[in-house]
């Protein structure tokens, strides 16, 4: 088209050198033309008139490809640009421009399809409670100052979903603050902290300054990018509902959120049929043009509907298919039965954009050809589990240390969030970097699933790729039964000097560390009212402040004694604080820092 364009100014070019007459002046109509009768026909052109006429008419059609050309560059650019300058504005959440006009906007599911992703994520004897619990959840900000910057939940199920928007949201909160597109030293200058009494909450004290445009910015953008992250950083699928009209909205009474939970009285999505009625996906290939169409449909998923068009807008960006291979067994639901919760695979879709079912690092050969998906790539925001306290899986490195010192939390039935203002908690000293290479690939050679254990054959894998220079009866006495265990396999390197591949250290304080973490569990519980119980007890989510200390890694004495007395010891010569506490999050604090001491004031964090 380009080439035809410059043959067709070549040639005006030529025209309007060879003749440089004055225009010529407008042409009658013929007399067959203006509707005279009469049989003379109409006088011939001469040459001269001829080539200015041709001149014209190529100048017309070059100028006429021109303008559209750019007429479609600049559509492009204005799109950009209206992204990129509505970042640093306030929220436009505009329902008659966006959600309002979702009947006309958006594609509509066939009932292939409808149906295939219901049976997705709800299978074929969903309970209409569960139907319930995830027709139920919008993603709204906590009202409550002491928790604004959390997502709140309501309803048991799609906590899933919620914690792990929660931690994008605290990445963006904390770590990319809109003014700036560098992370900020430590991270604590960006939160324009104040200083309050000891007896208000945390919460008060790190986001105080948080207005709800910023909020609202940080949810849009963390949504964009786990879409995107889902959709392979190429497109990114928005779910909305066909169910509003925009002259009904900009007429009706009331704000947004109250005209779209009016609207929202009587659905129900009860099966893929229902499901196609109401919904409509929007495709997105920019991340401005996904912030947008996000902005402009955040009141519908602060609704109700909100935590399911979420997770349906991710499997729509992951696509179905590939969402089926990457599950080891894709005929379960993705929401488990019997109480809803979301599984595993929903979170690491979320958190990784794989739908995965483990959550070690890479695949697991079980032999015969059959393989289990774990995690294959580095992560923005990471996982712990209490599961793996309790021996039943093992997390890898790549979700126990993510870019951001953030983690999704997961107990057996509930889901919530640590997270630190500070990313050195997440560095490595000499003693840790060379326990994660170990680590690693004993890993690699564990065929257990996680159980710490690895055959003979494996052991000697990993100590030629280690360079690991064991004395011949250190090595026989560790092969002699058929498995080595990774406990003992640890203890034989901190007895063995650095020369030869180990970690021995004469001083015994390799690795000591003290920093705070943040808990934060968004499920509203009731709370009594200034210690007393009251008729109407307060319901909101909480925020819990953990202090930490992580004894010096290891004199071979401590390790093997595992000594809760000569923990306490320990970490008394780091932080002057009150005696060890212990809770459940505190086993899963140790599955990353291993015989960390915690203590914090107040009741214990919950994570369930």
């Given at each position: 088209m380009a080439d035809q364009e410059e043959e067709d100014l070549k040639m005006a070019l030529k025209l309007s050198m060879q003749h440089q007459e004055s225009p010529e002046p407008k042409r009658s109509k013929s007399r067959e033309e203006s509707g005279i009768e009469g049989d003379a026909p109409p006088p011939e052109e001469s040459p001269d008139v001829k080539n200015r006429r041709t001149q014209r008419e190529l100048m017309a059609a070059a100028a006429e490809k021109r303008m559209a050309a750019i007429k479609s560059v600049e559509s492009v650019k204005d799109v950009e640009s209206r992204g990129l300058e509505d970042e640093g504005k306030s929220e436009r959440v505009s329902l008659a421009k966006g959600a309002g006009k979702s009947g006309t906007c958006g594609v509509e599911l066939s009932e292939l399809e409808a149906s295939q992703l219901f049976l997705m994520i709800f299978g074929e004897r969903v309970s209409k409670d569960v139907l319930a619990q995830w027709s139920n959840q919008g993603i709204r900000f906590s009202a409550d100052p002491e928790t604004?910057?959390?997502?709140?939940?309501h309803e048991g199920g799609p906590c899933g979903v919620l914690a792990a928007i929660q931690a994008f949201v605290l990445k963006y909160l904390l770590f990319c603050p809109e003014e700036s597109n560098s992370v900020l030293p430590n991270n604590l200058s960006n939160l324009a902290l104040t200083r309050v009494s000891k007896n208000e909450s945390v919460g008060a004290d790190i986001f105080l300054?948080?207005?709800?445009?910023?909020?609202?910015?940080?949810?849009?953008?963390?949504?964009?990018?786990?879409?995107?992250l889902c959709g392979s950083n190429e497109t990114a699928a928005v779910a909305s509902l066909n169910i509003l009209d925009g002259n009904f909205v900009e007429s009706a009474n009331g704000s947004e959120d109250e005209v779209i939970a009016k609207v929202l009285e009587g659905v129900s999505v009860e099966s893929g049929s229902d499901l196609q009625k109401v919904l409509r996906v929007h495709t997105c290939t920019s991340r401005s043009s996904s912030i947008q169409k996000l902005e402009d449909l955040l009141p519908i998923f602060r609704s109700r509907m909100g935590a399911l068009l979420f997770l349906i807008s991710a499997l729509l960006s992951r696509r179905l298919d590939t969402v089926q291979e990457d599950r080891d067994d894709p005929t379960q639901p993705l929401v488990t039965a019997p109480f809803g919760h979301a599984s595993q695979e929903i979170v690491n879709l979320l958190l990784s954009g794989s739908a995965v079912a483990n959550v070690f690092d890479?695949?697991?050969?079980?032999?015969?050809?059959?393989?289990?998906?774990?995690?294959?790539?580095?992560?923005?925001?990471?996982?712990?589990?209490?599961?793996?306290?309790?021996?039943?899986?093992?997390?890898?490195q790549y979700l126990k240390c993510p870019r951001w010192p953030i983690w999704v939390v997961g107990s057996e039935s509930h889901y919530t969030v640590?997270?630190?203002?500070?990313?050195?908690?997440?560095?490595e000293n000499e003693l840790e970097r060379r326990e994660t290479q170990v680590r690693r690939a004993f890993d690699a050679q564990d065929q257990s699933g996680g159980g710490g254990f690895i055959s003979v054959e494996g052991f000697h894998q990993v100590v030629n790729e280690m360079n690991i220079n064991l004395p011949r009866e250190k090595a026989e006495h560790l092969c002699s039964s058929e498995f080595i265990v990774w406990s003992e396999f640890w203890q034989a390197l901190l007895d063995l000097d650095k020369s030869l591949g180990g970690v021995k250290d004469s001083t015994g304080l390799m690795g000591k560390k003290v920093f705070e973490l943040?808990?934060?569990?968004?499920?509203?519980?009731?709370?009594?009212?200034?210690?007393?119980?009251?008729?109407?007890?307060?319901q909101r989510p909480r925020l819990t402040k953990l202090r930490v200390s992580v004894p010096p890694r290891w004199t071979p004495e401590e390790f093997m004694a595992d000594s809760e007395i000569s923990i306490v010891d320990n970490s008394t010569r780091l932080a002057e604080s009150q005696p060890a506490q212990h809770a459940p999050l505190v086993d899963c604090v140790r599955t990353r820092w291993p015989r960390a001491v915690c203590n914090w004031e107040g009741d214990a964090s919950s994570i369930v």
């Amino acid at each position: 088209m380009a080439d035809q364009e410059e043959e067709d100014l070549k040639m005006a070019l030529k025209l309007s050198m060879q003749h440089q007459e004055s225009p010529e002046p407008k042409r009658s109509k013929s007399r067959e033309e203006s509707g005279i009768e009469g049989d003379a026909p109409p006088p011939e052109e001469s040459p001269d008139v001829k080539n200015r006429r041709t001149q014209r008419e190529l100048m017309a059609a070059a100028a006429e490809k021109r303008m559209a050309a750019i007429k479609s560059v600049e559509s492009v650019k204005d799109v950009e640009s209206r992204g990129l300058e509505d970042e640093g504005k306030s929220e436009r959440v505009s329902l008659a421009k966006g959600a309002g006009k979702s009947g006309t906007c958006g594609v509509e599911l066939s009932e292939l399809e409808a149906s295939q992703l219901f049976l997705m994520i709800f299978g074929e004897r969903v309970s209409k409670d569960v139907l319930a619990q995830w027709s139920n959840q919008g993603i709204r900000f906590s009202a409550d100052p002491e928790t604004s910057m959390g997502l709140v939940q309501h309803e048991g199920g799609p906590c899933g979903v919620l914690a792990a928007i929660q931690a994008f949201v605290l990445k963006y909160l904390l770590f990319c603050p809109e003014e700036s597109n560098s992370v900020l030293p430590n991270n604590l200058s960006n939160l324009a902290l104040t200083r309050v009494s000891k007896n208000e909450s945390v919460g008060a004290d790190i986001f105080l300054s948080l207005s709800e445009e910023k909020k609202s910015r940080a949810l849009v953008r963390s949504m964009s990018e786990i879409l995107f992250l889902c959709g392979s950083n190429e497109t990114a699928a928005v779910a909305s509902l066909n169910i509003l009209d925009g002259n009904f909205v900009e007429s009706a009474n009331g704000s947004e959120d109250e005209v779209i939970a009016k609207v929202l009285e009587g659905v129900s999505v009860e099966s893929g049929s229902d499901l196609q009625k109401v919904l409509r996906v929007h495709t997105c290939t920019s991340r401005s043009s996904s912030i947008q169409k996000l902005e402009d449909l955040l009141p519908i998923f602060r609704s109700r509907m909100g935590a399911l068009l979420f997770l349906i807008s991710a499997l729509l960006s992951r696509r179905l298919d590939t969402v089926q291979e990457d599950r080891d067994d894709p005929t379960q639901p993705l929401v488990t039965a019997p109480f809803g919760h979301a599984s595993q695979e929903i979170v690491n879709l979320l958190l990784s954009g794989s739908a995965v079912a483990n959550v070690f690092d890479g695949n697991m050969d079980l032999g015969g050809g059959m393989f289990v998906k774990g995690i294959s790539t580095t992560v923005e925001v990471g996982f712990l589990t209490l599961l793996e306290s309790l021996n039943f899986c093992k997390v890898g490195q790549y979700l126990k240390c993510p870019r951001w010192p953030i983690w999704v939390v997961g107990s057996e039935s509930h889901y919530t969030v640590l997270f630190a203002l500070d990313t050195k908690v997440q560095d490595e000293n000499e003693l840790e970097r060379r326990e994660t290479q170990v680590r690693r690939a004993f890993d690699a050679q564990d065929q257990s699933g996680g159980g710490g254990f690895i055959s003979v054959e494996g052991f000697h894998q990993v100590v030629n790729e280690m360079n690991i220079n064991l004395p011949r009866e250190k090595a026989e006495h560790l092969c002699s039964s058929e498995f080595i265990v990774w406990s003992e396999f640890w203890q034989a390197l901190l007895d063995l000097d650095k020369s030869l591949g180990g970690v021995k250290d004469s001083t015994g304080l390799m690795g000591k560390k003290v920093f705070e973490l943040y808990h934060f569990n968004g499920i509203a519980k009731s709370i009594a009212n200034g210690g007393s119980r009251s008729e109407n007890p307060v319901q909101r989510p909480r925020l819990t402040k953990l202090r930490v200390s992580v004894p010096p890694r290891w004199t071979p004495e401590e390790f093997m004694a595992d000594s809760e007395i000569s923990i306490v010891d320990n970490s008394t010569r780091l932080a002057e604080s009150q005696p060890a506490q212990h809770a459940p999050l505190v086993d899963c604090v140790r599955t990353r820092w291993p015989r960390a001491v915690c203590n914090w004031e107040g009741d214990a964090s919950s994570i369930v």
